[in-house]
């Protein structure tokens, strides 16, 4: 989702440039107006992006309207399922010890009533 909303910023588009824009051109966003179709099949209007390549002079050398958003959102999930995995052992091991302490806590306690005096 935050892929999606963020891929048509020009930090997305300028990160993305090395990559799609051919060498001496700057990454430029284009949105124009256009329609979608909803759940009932009415149009609702709608807004597209698409990245453009523009050269020095201001000519488009290239337009790409799918490709970066695909990379930019491919890119955030990657980060975002490393984060993932990143906070999911850094709070499940302590969450593991505590757990495992409180269980051994109780059977030591069966164990010590259980024991007759010498």
């Known amino acids: 989702m935050v892929g999606g909303f963020t891929s048509v910023t020009d930090f997305a588009m300028q990160t993305l440039a090395p990559l799609i824009c051919p060498d001496g051109t700057t990454a430029k966003s284009r949105s124009y107006a256009t329609t979608t179709t909803d759940d009932f099949g009415n149009s609702q209007p709608s807004t597209a992006y698409v990245m453009q390549c523009v050269d020095t002079n201001g000519e488009v050398v290239k337009e790409d309207p799918v490709v970066y958003a695909f990379i930019w959102i491919g890119v955030i999930a990657g980060i975002g399922l490393a984060l993932a995995g990143i906070l ?17 806590r109780n059977k030591k306690a069966s164990h010590i009533i259980n024991i007759e005096p010498e």
């Open 88 to 104: 999911a052992f850094v709070f499940a091991a302590p969450a593991g010890v505590i757990i495992t302490r409180f269980l051994n």
